[in-house]
């Protein structure tokens, strides 16, 4: 657990679920990511446009253009980025910025990609979804289906990967969280539940990402995502502690507090036994 990687979420857009339009200036944003490693966060998780269910398409060269001028900064700081975009140009200008990470909530679809990927060193982020292209959706999948589907995805996509010459270590899976899942907020808690599963079935290190997300609002019936952090922090918690070797929050300072916390009640409890 103490090994584990924190995320930290910059989204420079109007509409993400929880925090669109803070951080469209650049300045803030550059302020907000600098202030984020501070706190904890060992990556730069920059997003330019947001995947919820109610957001709005953003060209890809509108998110290049708000993208362009944080890797900048972020590059003559020092500081490890990921990009978060499933477009396909936006992608080739992150590689072609030298960053460290590319997050795809389509986890790749597109062979056309795969010789560019091959190419490249840097990580890659191979995220699930019940709906396979574009932003969440509100489908309705039964929270039985929902192992299934994941390892029938990642059985395939790793394969493909591979065939066209992208090494297996520079994958990592995210599993889905949230609507990403479907409508059924369970879906979310039983793959949390079993990511040891997940590590298992596949050997590849796991990135989980619930921050702030709904399915947290349904113990906690806590609608608005702000107030969330508590409850995200439980499950971020518990995913460390359970397989996941990468997290992405909107709140790293929490989740490092936390890991540390745990990391001290581990070796206290080591040293009593």
Known sequence: MSGTTIFGIVNITEDSFSDGGRNLDPSTAITTARQLA????DVIDLGAAASNIAAKPVAPDDEIHRLAPIIAALKDAGIAISVDSFALETQRYALAAGVDFLNDIEGFADPVFYPELAAVTCRLVVMHAVHDRGRAQMLPVPAADIWPRIEDFFGRRIAALETAGIARDRLILDPGMGFFLGSDADASFRVLAGLDRLKRGFGLPILVSVS???FLGAPTSRRDPIQRGAATLAAELYAAANGADYIRTHDP?????????MAALNRAGKATE
Request: a positive charge; glycine letters at 18%; zero cysteines.
């Open 212 to 214: 702030r997300k709904s």
């Open 38 to 41: 501070v706190d904890g966060a």
């Open 253 to 261: 300072g929490a989740l490092r507090d936390g890991l540390l916390v």
